[in-house]
């Protein structure tokens, strides 16, 4: 049992489990000097601080007392879309790109995914094990409890299993939670490159049953982008995975307007994906279908690209907007939301209010969490981090610094880093 009190902010982001849009992306919730009680992983009641209920007498918690510091409390991030799982980095790419090498003519030379595709099909289920524990910490240390996590840098069954097989494992001991995603499908390796349709057929009849039967993956996701996979091919592969009972989410219009997000919508996918080339009629299409706008600005801002998604645009049609860091070695090498949300508002014009709120609850709404995750209410489940700031706008306006002082996951403390409890 966990008493957090005298918090100077409390974000409650309260509403319940729908998906946020338009003008109900702004409401975080507010209680000004706040607290919360935690029994048994969950969260029994959140309010004022001078109106704890009485008779929950202090003696029978473990209490964290934020008087005389400046904190704000928030859900823990949930960061819908990261590749956590590759061997190695690749920061001679970032070299070549600051002197002027496009995204594109470093994989059209060899490099890019298929790059991280041989540094992971060389390393072993315990080298691999070590890095990606390593970053889960260090997301837990930036205020995230909740990532999903795809594959998609083995591309062959037996690397594509070893990749989850390893998040499988990290799972049962880690305190991030994690939701694994399938994606075979994010880039033709090269042994399949003059053929391509076996590679997909591969993937439909050998790789999808097999991940579906082991329960390794909740999610299907394909990179559907020119130069990557056609709708078509995307379309299939997506079918199967909805018949061996995956949900689905897609790379979508990243480098060019190629159909993704349509066919997200088509297909009644939970998440579409990047959008940096989506059109009027492709917002329709995803509002429409209810589909959330995972935005991942982070990699716009990384490869030194200036066309970011339409945040505004989708905000005004009324398409839920989540952010996500997409973590991986080769577009985007953070796994700080924090630095996502600085960019989100200086770059897509999102508010700090709106980019919080596209950061927790409607990250939790893309995973199908957001019954229990994402928000700060009676009968949620106890994540919550606070931030040493002042106000929740300085979380995205002092930018470039971890703020994220406490993270507490099912209502353990898991991160302490005021040492303070
Ligand atoms: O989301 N777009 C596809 N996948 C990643 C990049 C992966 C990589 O370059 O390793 C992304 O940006
Ligand atoms: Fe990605």
Sequence with gaps: MLLIKNISQVLTLRGGPSARCGAAMSDLGIIED???????????WVGPTRELPAGESNSH??????????????????????????????????????????????????????????????????????????????????????????????????????????????RSRSRLEVVPTF????????????????YVRRIIEEMIPRVAREGLAS??????????????????????AKEAGLKLRIHADQLA??????????????????????????????????????????????????????????????VPVALAT????????????????????SQMRMTPAEAITAATINGACSLGLSERLGSLEEGKQADIVLMNVANYREIPYFFGVNHCVVTVKKGNIVINRLERT
Excluded: W
């Design 257 to 318: 307007r190629s159909g993704g997000a349509s066919l997200a919508a088509e297909l009644g996918a939970l998440s579409a994906d990047h959008l940096e080339y989506i059109d009027r009629r492709d917002i329709t299409r995803l509002r429409k279908a209810g589909t959330m706008a995972t935005l991942v600005p982070g990699s716009t801002f990384n490869l030194g690209l200036n066309r970011y998604p339409p945040a505004r645009s989708l905000i005004e049609a009324g």
């Design 326 to 345: 997409d973590f991986n070695p080769g577009s985007c090498f953070t796994l700080n939301m924090q630095i996502i949300l600085s960019i989100a508002c």
């Design 183 to 198: 994606l075979g499908a994010h880039d033709v390796p090269d042994e399949f490159r003059d053929s391509r349709p076996e």
């Design 219 to 240: 999610f299907c996701d394909v990179f559907c982008d020119t130069g990557y996979f056609q709708v078509g091919e995307a379309r299939a592969i997506l079918q199967a």
């Design 34 to 44: 706040g607290a919360i009680l935690i029994r048994a992983e969950r969260i029994v």
């Design 61 to 170: 918690y473990e209490v964290f007392d934020g008087v005389g510091l400046d904190l704000v409390a928030l859900p823990g991030f949930v960061d819908s879309h990261t590749h956590p799982v590759f061997g190695g980095t690749r920061s001679d790419e970032y070299d070549l790109r600051s002197q002027g090498k496009t995204y594109q003519e470093i994989a059209a030379a060899g490099g890019g995914i298929r790059a991280s595709v041989r540094q992971l099909r060389a390393a072993s289920p315990e080298q691999l094990s070590v890095r990606v524990e390593r970053h889960f910490r260090q997301f837990l240390e930036h205020g995230t409890t909740t990532i999903e996590a795809k594959s998609g840098y083995g591309l062959s069954l037996e690397d594509e299993l070893k990749s989850l097989q390893v998040l499988a494992a990290l």
